[in-house]
């Protein structure tokens, strides 16, 4: 089972050392033939991060590789842990412990969907009465 | 995409400001969730202290008078109050320091320029799309994943985004260079982020004992 799991994360090739960002050069860099996901989104979240309007594309396309790659660790590592096989809240907590702002990001999201949750519902139910 | 470029000086303080900003969520809290375990903490020992006292106390009385319930009640509850007290007492210091905080930041935005305004929008409205972030862990987990840990997964990711867009900056700084960020930035900041052990990295299999 965890070889299948190395198979995959070699297979898209993470290593972002090796990359080479040419740009429209037909090399292999970092994710291959694969589509760019967050083009647009990163370049929004760059930008308020405090970097230039227009941010270089190479530098967008490193970071969407590293995204990837962090998102895919964590997948990794909280499917190996509680629950075997199944990513759970939980597990991403844990996980996060020890990252101080991660932790409370998480924390304050996690209350403020459960806030909107109750309060989507008590409206729906003051509207079902009306 | 946004509105026309604003002249390099403003830029160059702007890189201090939006990092304030970005700090600031990131920094009351830090001290939030750090002091309030050490404080219970240190209230909790008073509290056994005290109960075991009691204890002592309750023992030498007449066991037959009170029930078992009913000891357990008048050892609980001294100290069981005390508690609930201070909780209640840190939860509106808590949410006092949250009304504070939430003035501050009124009174900040209030006071930007436009382009700080377009930069903070940015900042806070900025989100991976939740569709192709539950597509990507689906891939990798190979079952389905419930929405809070798609919601949990993408904001550690937007944080994830800003430690090591703060940390490009900090070295495009310090090598005396303008933003855009360039790629050297970006692996060098990477470099500085993995040996403080930020970027999670399980390919290398450590050898503990040799």
């Known amino acids: 089972m965890s070889e299948a799991v190395f198979d995959i994360s070699i297979h898209f090739n993470f290593q972002f050392e090796e990359e080479n960002e040419e740009i429209g050069g037909g090399a292999e860099g970092g994710q291959g033939k694969r589509k760019r996901l967050f083009s647009k989104e990163l370049r929004c979240m760059m930008y308020g991060f405090g970097d230039d309007q227009n941010p270089y594309t190479e530098s967008v396309d490193i970071l969407e590789d590293l995204v990837i790659e962090f998102i895919t660790e964590m997948t990794?590592?909280?499917m190996s842990i509680g629950r075997q096989g199944r990513v759970q809240v939980e597990d991403i907590v844990f996980l996060i412990r020890k990252d101080p702002r991660k932790f409370a990001?998480?924390?304050?999201?996690?209350?403020?969907?459960?806030?909107?949750?109750?309060?989507?519902?008590?409206?729906?139910?003051?509207?079902?009465?009306? | 995409m946004d509105n026309a470029c604003e002249s390099p000086t403003e830029k160059g303080g702007e890189t201090g400001e939006s990092e304030e900003t970005t700090a600031a969520p990131g920094g009351p809290r830090v001290t939030d969730t750090d002091g309030i375990p050490e404080?219970?903490?240190?209230?909790?020992d008073g509290e056994l202290k005290e109960a075991a006292a009691e204890e002592g106390e309750l023992k030498s009385q007449d066991i037959t008078d009170l029930t078992a319930v009913e000891r357990e009640d008048s050892l609980l509850t001294p100290a069981a109050k005390k508690l609930k007290i201070d909780t209640k007492e840190k939860k509106e210091k808590k949410q006092k320091v949250d009304e504070d905080e939430i003035q501050k930041m009124q009174i900040l935005v209030s006071s930007f320029s436009e382009e700080q305004l377009n930069r903070y929008e940015m900042y806070r409205r900025s989100a991976f799309p939740k569709a192709a972030i539950k597509r990507l862990i689906q891939s990798i987990t190979g079952t389905s994943v419930s929405q809070n840990v798609v919601i949990a997964m993408s904001g550690i990711s937007k944080v994830f985004v800003g430690e090591v867009v703060e940390e490009a900056l900090d070295v495009c700084e310090?090598?005396?260079?303008?933003?855009?960020?360039?790629?050297?930035?970006m692996r060098e900041a990477v470099r500085r982020l993995k040996s403080k052990g930020q970027i999670p990295n399980s390919k290398h299999k450590k050898i503990i004992f040799f």
Do not use: I
Request: proline content about 6%; glycine content about 8%; overall charge neutral.
């Open chain 1, 76 to 78: 990794h590592k909280a």
């Open chain 2, 174 to 185: 310090k090598w005396g260079e303008m933003p855009p960020l360039q790629p050297k930035h």
């Open chain 1, 105 to 130: 990001r998480v924390k304050d999201l996690l209350t403020m969907n459960e806030e909107l949750k109750r309060a989507r519902k008590a409206f729906d139910e003051a509207n079902y009465g009306s």
């Open chain 2, 39 to 44: 404080e219970t903490d240190g209230d909790g």
